[in-house]
């Protein structure tokens, strides 16, 4: 799929409410101005029963930042946390359309090359380097999107596998 979305499942020998009373600790209400962010917990969102809904909180503006929705499982020793973490659904929508207008662009490029090549009797001449813009439009787009979500894909991905590890004494 061309917008990403990733999925995780950490399986751990803590008792469901003890995995909720993790999660409890780290995820705060969501709040729209923040004051100084090294006060506040990693987590922002909504716990309703053994699902969430949350978000990292950062000190830095990232637009990809993925939205992580997850469920707690009870299961025969332990339980299973299964997370799911995908783009802001306004912003999967925004990227579809901006790829898809630029992808034609491409396309309407590639078909005005073919037409110098053609015009020229199979030769194709130089082409001017803006049927490069949507080439690069494309590739820089896709690249901010995949590269700002993967980043904070990884950093969740940890912090959560932390969370629920068992710890040894």
Avoid at 33 to 49: A, D, L, M, N
Avoid at 61 to 73: A, D, H, K, M, Y
Avoid at 77 to 89: D, V
Avoid at 92 to 112: D, S, T
Wanted: charge should be positive; include cysteine.
């Amino acid at each position: 799929m061309i917008i990403p979305h990733e999925k995780l499942t950490i399986n751990t020998s803590l008792h469901t409410t003890e995995a909720l009373q993790k999660l409890q600790a780290v995820i705060e209400p969501k709040r729209t101005i923040r004051w100084g962010y090294s006060k506040h917990k990693p987590y922002e969102g909504v716990i309703e029963g053994l699902h969430f809904t949350v978000s990292r909180i950062l000190g830095y503006r990232n637009s990809f930042l993925p939205i992580i929705q997850g469920e707690i499982r009870p299961e025969l020793n332990g339980c299973s946390i299964h997370i799911s973490m995908s783009l802001h659904p306004w912003l999967k929508v925004f990227m579809v359309v901006w790829l898809g207008f630029v992808f034609l662009a491409c396309l309407l490029f590639l078909g005005l090359l073919f037409g110098f090549a053609t015009q020229y009797g199979g030769q194709t001449p130089n082409p001017p380097a803006l049927i490069l813009i949507p080439f690069g439009m494309f590739v820089l787009g896709y690249g901010l999107m995949v590269g700002g979500f993967k980043y904070e894909v990884a950093k969740s991905k940890v912090f959560f596998s932390d969370l629920f590890a068992e710890s040894k004494q």
